[in-house]
């Protein structure tokens, strides 16, 4: 199937970008195991609802044809990824799990850099298979350029974190620049990777924004629906528009629930009922449904560009 033969190779990229590593085992084991998370290089098949660590590989091979030119950069973004995820943790504070509440800040600060190094050692490695300097030097540029604007982002949602009263425009905006500026980083450099046209570049850019946004939404969702961020008190869009929709009581009630400062667990089904009540989750849905409709969109410009785009469909699912 393709994507197993494309998960091998880049989980190969991976392991020989980790292999001046391994004289040092237990370092070895740490830097790998952010890679080993789900949607991340190096996680088993099965954790793969849909597999977006191949995202650059099915862009490229979509528009010429072939993309095992493009894993060194594919790889950079999941060493970034992980670096990412390594430092939200430290962060947030919020998991016993993560590397910095087992082996402490430093270690996992440590942990990070080596992450954030090879991925740049990662795109280096576009030479070897034949990608011009020029072409490469517009990768590394495009790859900054989107880690840059996830830090600001990351920023503004420290700088927001402990407000329950964050209007709609801010939450999105902070999507955007976290979340879906990830995502599009990926289709961006697939395209740049396969093709000089840049309304086709452009086009997969837009396609890989709004994905970026829906995910993140339909995330939203989920933290609902299963629990995970009431038990965190995370203000997400459905909490968001329930509190601009709702005063008097039920506001009150949904202010205590997520306030953080709180130290009694809120009552996950009360909460979830309310938000249901209120449409939340229903307006959630729409938003989300929207900004599919726009990646759809973008796709639809692709693919009269000549690009297939069938696989890039089934993130849309």
């Known amino acids: 199937m393709w994507q197993e033969r494309q998960a091998e190779l880049l989980r190969d ?52 044809g072939h993309y095992e030119h493009a894993l060194p950069a594919a790889a950079a973004l ?46 280096t490695r576009l030479k070897e298979r034949g990608v011009e300097d020029c072409i490469t030097v517009r990768v590394m540029e495009a790859v900054n350029s989107f880690y840059v604007t996830a830090c600001a982002g990351q920023h503004l949602d420290l700088s927001i974190t ?18 879906a500026s990830q995502v599009e980083c990926a289709c961006r450099i697939g395209a740049l990777l396969a093709t000089t046209n840049q309304e ?34 995370r203000i997400t869009l459905p909490v968001i528009y329930a509190l601009v929709q709702t005063d008097g ?12 400062q709180c130290e009694s667990a809120p009552d996950l089904r009360q909460i979830r009922d309310l938000l249901f009540g209120v449409g939340a989750i229903h307006y959630a ?21 000549g690009a297939s785009v069938e696989r890039l469909k089934l993130f849309l699912e």
């Open 249 to 260: 009581e039920i506001r009150s009630q949904l202010e205590a629930a997520f306030r953080k």
């Open 200 to 233: 086709l570049i452009d086009a997969f850019a837009t396609f890989g924004q709004n994905l970026g946004m829906a995910s993140q939404i339909a995330n939203d969702i989920q933290g609902i629906t299963g629990g995970s961020d009431l038990m965190k008190r």
């Open 78 to 123: 999941q060493l970034l990824m992980a670096a990412g995820d390594v430092f939200d943790d430290i962060e947030d504070a919020d998991s016993s799990e993560s590397l910095s509440a087992r082996y402490g800040s430093a270690v996992a600060t440590n942990v990070a850099t080596a992450l954030l190094i090879l991925a740049e050692k990662a795109i």
């Open 162 to 179: 402990s407000e329950i009263r964050v209007s709609e425009d801010i939450y999105l905006k902070v999507t955007g620049m976290k979340s």
């Open 13 to 64: 990229e991976i392991v020989a970008l980790l292999a001046p590593l391994s004289d040092t085992a237990g370092f070895y084991d740490l830097v790998k195991e952010p890679l080993t998370k789900a949607r991340r290089g190096l996680a088993p098949e099965t954790m793969h609802d849909r597999p977006w660590a191949l995202l650059p590989l099915i862009v490229c091979e979509s528009i010429c």
């Open 285 to 305: 849905t729409i938003k989300m449904e929207f900004y599919k409709q726009r990646a759809r969109d973008a796709l639809s410009e692709a693919e009269v560009a």
